[in-house]
């Protein structure tokens, strides 16, 4: 991760707008309760955890992400903001989420994806260590990259250029939970190019 981000850090976050949609949606709906605590897994360069702080004023936040190279741009971000007390950063992998990681035994009560789902490789493991790590009344929240069936012949161009910044789609997810319609709130977006989920209560799963 840090050989993908050591340069593009500085360019992310401008870049990334005009395809990273429905970001601003997910953070709006979420509605956490009062003092939530609030992790983000593969928190990039902290662009959503500033946004939530500023949304939700009394929420306790943390952020998890793979890169060195990400955390010191948000790191930066975040004194820039002035929310240094506000918001916990580590690095390490989803699969190895715990609250103990941030010094931390009370539970998580929201849990964010962000476009990160489809770059973990072990997807899944990821999902079960944030639900494993959330209060019982808790909730993972995703928004990423749908199945793009959707976009016609676009969709293979749009493959390629994301399999060059080793993105992949989790169809299976998105096959999954729109099975399963007691298992949250899924929301897909215009072509299928991304979804937005929220799980059911962690205690319902």
Excluded at 19 to 41: C, F, N, S, T, V
Excluded at 115 to 136: E, R
Aim: proline share 5%; aromatic share 10%; hydrophobic share 40%.
């Amino acid at each position: 991760m840090d050989d993908v981000y050591r340069y593009q850090r500085y360019v992310y976050d401008f870049t990334r707008k005009y395809y990273l949609l429905g970001r601003d949606r997910l953070i709006r709906e979420m509605k956490p309760g009062p003092q939530a605590r609030i992790i983000e897994i593969g928190c990039g360069t902290a662009r959503n955890l500033i946004r939530m702080a500023r949304t939700y004023p009394d929420a306790r936040l943390y952020g998890l992400d793979a890169s060195a190279e990400m955390l010191r741009t948000a790191e930066n971000a975040i004194a820039r903001a002035g929310l240094s007390r506000r918001i916990k950063l580590v690095q390490a992998y989803a699969e190895d989420l715990t609250p103990a990681l941030f010094g931390e035994t009370a539970p998580f009560d929201e849990a964010v994806f962000s476009y990160s789902l489809s770059m973990i490789p072990d997807w899944k493991q990821a999902l079960k260590a944030a639900q494993a790590a959330l209060s019982p009344r808790g909730h993972v929240h995703v928004v990423d990259f749908g199945d793009l069936k959707g976009l016609g012949p676009a969709e293979g161009l749009l493959r390629w250029w994301l399999g060059l910044f080793h993105v992949a789609p989790r169809e299976e997810l998105l096959c999954t939970i729109e099975q399963q319609r007691d298992n949250g709130q899924v929301k897909v977006l215009s072509g299928r190019y991304a979804f937005l989920w929220t799980s059911a209560p962690v205690t319902a799963t």
